[in-house]
């Protein structure tokens, strides 16, 4: 039954159509239940793999103000001088700083009822980034370490797991291990320090044997043994051809103009180039979102920053066919308060902020949940961090199911608890 039900998958890969949830699930049915969850997740993974299927996460470090971004409340006092322009999806709005946006919200999928109980920056950005709050006792990986060891890429040389922009204190690889933290790309648009090798490749790999050897030596503990990977991988990266993935001046002027300027356009430009390379995970932080003081021009200067960009990321994927395979998130830790502060600043907002998602399946030209009048707490349809992971992890297909032994002797999720939010789903 699973050749069978492998082989109905393949010829609808093979006519270039992406399955989907629902293609999925009618594929399974016809098979009669023959197969267990195990199986079926198993089975959609490894289609998903041979896809290609990709994650872009466009983080707003800091908290974006929902207000000032997808949820503005014009004629309302909480909306404050931020004004609202029409966007492509029928009776929504966004900040008139958007304008690009709202040109392409008929590809969006808005989510209004983003809610969690955290307001503190560090914890609510582990929290964005692994679905977990932070213990001592154990290091959670983030979205990004979970996605590269379950949808891993042998013919990409590149690493699975890449973190572009402004680094902040979060999550890596946590107890999976370190060849799965992020590799960090601190400015877009030239090529990586160090990874240009100082000598000739044969001086390179003699190098390289002796370090081994050396290793070998001293006994193979874990840690060496995670040293010894580390080294692998990043001498597999330097001697590939794949790393003219980063080198931004191998686009057109036209491509490079259309992504606009500055270090956010040239991330989200490298980002689309990662993932056509066959990165599977790729982070792109635009922040300082953080706007306790002069809240209104702070944000309309991050949202130009951010509109362009964005925009034109989902677009080119969709013109080279990579966007049903990949999956664009725009999100925040937090939002901010309805309420305008005495320094005309807003300050965190657990209760109810705003996520962006395009592509990978997910259903665009809709907006899920909303705020009340004011935006002062959920009014429809509430999404939790738990919920939110659960559903980039069922696109993607990644078993969330899965248990993981931490190094406390506890089996762990990639995210514990949650629903997938099928609403957002094709």
């Given amino acids: 039954m699973q050749n069978v039900l492998r082989h109905h998958l393949h010829v609808a890969v093979n006519r270039g159509h992406v399955v989907g949830r629902r293609d999925f699930l009618r594929l399974i049915s016809a098979a009669g239940g023959a197969l267990g ?13 041979r896809q290609g299927t990709a994650c872009i996460v466009l983080w707003m470090q ?3 103000s929902q207000f000032e971004t997808f949820d503005p409340k014009p004629g309302h006092a909480n909306g404050g001088e931020t004004k609202a322009i029409a966007t492509k999806i029928t009776g929504v709005q966004f900040s008139d700083a ?5 040109s392409i919200a008929d590809r969006l999928a808005v989510v209004r009822s983003m809610t969690t109980r955290e307001g503190e920056h560090q914890r609510a950005t582990y929290l964005m980034h692994t679905a977990y709050l932070p213990m001592a006792s154990v290091k959670y990986p983030a979205m ?14 590149l690493p699975s ?11 890596g690889g946590g107890f999976l291990g370190t060849q799965y933290d992020p590799f960090v790309v601190p400015v877009a648009g030239r090529l990586p320090e160090n990874t240009r090798p100082t000598t000739e490749l044969t001086q390179f790999d003699r190098r390289l044997n002796l370090l081994t050897r050396l290793e070998t030596a001293r006994g193979v503990s874990q840690l060496v043994a995670e040293h010894g990977n580390l080294y692998d991988s990043a001498a ?28 956010f356009a040239n991330a989200c430009l490298l980002a689309r180039r990662l993932v056509e390379s066959g990165v599977t995970f790729v982070e792109a932080v635009l922040g300082n979102w953080d706007t306790h003081l002069d809240n209104f021009s702070r944000s309309r200067t991050l949202c130009e920053q951010l509109d362009q960009p964005f925009a034109t990321l989902v677009s080119d994927l969709a013109d080279r066919g990579m966007l049903d395979k990949t999956l664009v998130v725009c999100m925040g830790e937090f939002g901010r308060t309805p309420r305008i502060n005495p320094r005309g600043g807003r300050d965190h907002f657990p209760r109810a902020f705003s996520a962006v998602l395009a592509g990978g399946g997910v259903r665009g030209g809709q907006v899920l949940g909303a705020t009340d009048a004011g935006g002062e707490s959920v009014a429809d349809r509430p999404v939790t961090e738990k919920d939110l992971f659960q559903t980039v992890y069922h696109v993607l297909g990644v078993n969330s199911r899965k248990e993981y032994m931490s ?20």
Avoid: W
């Avoid at 198993?42 to 793999?49: N, P």
């Avoid at 958007?98 to 709202?102: D, E, I, M, V």
């Avoid at 797991?161 to 999550?171: D, E």
């Fill in 407 to 426: 190094p406390i002797g506890r089996p762990i999720k990639p995210v514990d608890g949650g629903e997938i939010v099928s609403e957002l789903l094709v």
């Fill in 161 to 171: 797991f890449v973190r572009i922009g402004p680094q902040f204190n979060s999550a």
């Fill in 236 to 263: 597999r990266m330097i001697k590939s051809a794949q790393m003219e993935a980063f080198d931004l001046e191998r686009e057109s002027q036209a491509t490079r103009t259309a992504y606009g300027s500055g270090q």
């Fill in 144 to 157: 990004g370490a979970v996605v590269a060891r379950e949808l891993p890429r042998p013919e990409c040389e």
């Fill in 62 to 64: 800091g908290g974006p």
């Fill in 37 to 49: 969850l195990t199986d079926v997740l198993s089975l959609r993974a490894d289609e998903l793999r």
């Fill in 98 to 102: 958007l304008p690009r946006l709202a």
